[in-house]
């Protein structure tokens, strides 16, 4: 796959390292002051171009003009498949996707909300999805899961059960349950670290969440083998974990005995795979959604 892409302004953009030069980054041990090579906003970062600290873009037009493709692409998909409808983002060449960013959360949040919306289990509209990412705007910043050990994709996880059980802090079961899927998630994702790996973490969250989603509400997201292919393995600026990552192989099949593996309960196994009719005894509270519509438009 190739390291470079255009952006909706034409400029050249590279899918690792410095997005602009293509030189490796630097991550600081503490936060200096920095201008943004796109909007000239100032302000404290971490991750800089270890050749030009000009050369530093803020978390917003990191994530802007993919974020942008992310969701357009997430509301109006069609595929009732999570993994193909991520799959279809990461692999579409006219899109730069940074090889590592939270735009991965975005995608896992996002491609799982679509495959229950389109699979008719619930309806979410096109503003549930919109504060779902809003949300995660709040918890998915650039780098920070090596600052402070939690990476987006946990938070992406939680947010789709807080959207679904209408989970807010004081609440008790919605809120132990959204709990539970991010300390489910934030465990996967420490035994896939080292380096991290934002392509593995969004592979193994979508597991993680098929696998719970069908636990926790019979919610059952995909109905046959999933083909797991990574492209991605050349373009990881820290080195690929290799034959140490469950993905590295040329295809990795997620079969129905590899998606209980990831259940809570092993005795919760009986209708994986099977499309039956289900039982929806959820609500979906939207008086506890703030509206957010005030998407911005791509940095250049
Ligand atoms: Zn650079
Ligand atoms: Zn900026």
Redesign the pocket.
Known sequence: MSDTTYNSCGQEEHKSN?L??G?PLEYFSAAVEVTCFYCDKKEKGSIA?S??LG?YVCDDCHNLSSYNYIKDFILSADSKNPFEIAFDILNNSNVNIPMLGCHHAYILTGAVLASLKNRGYINIPKEVIKEAFYRLSKQAVGGYCGLSGVCGIVPAGGIVYSILTGSVCGKNEEQNITMGVTALLSKALYDLTGPSCCKAYLFKALEILSASLYEDFNFILIDSNVCIKCNFKELHPHGCMRDRCPYYLDSYILTAEKLKENLKNAAATEGIFKVAPVEISINLDKSNLEGNNNILPAPC
């Open positions: 410095c602009i030069c030189q171009c050749k030009d050369h």
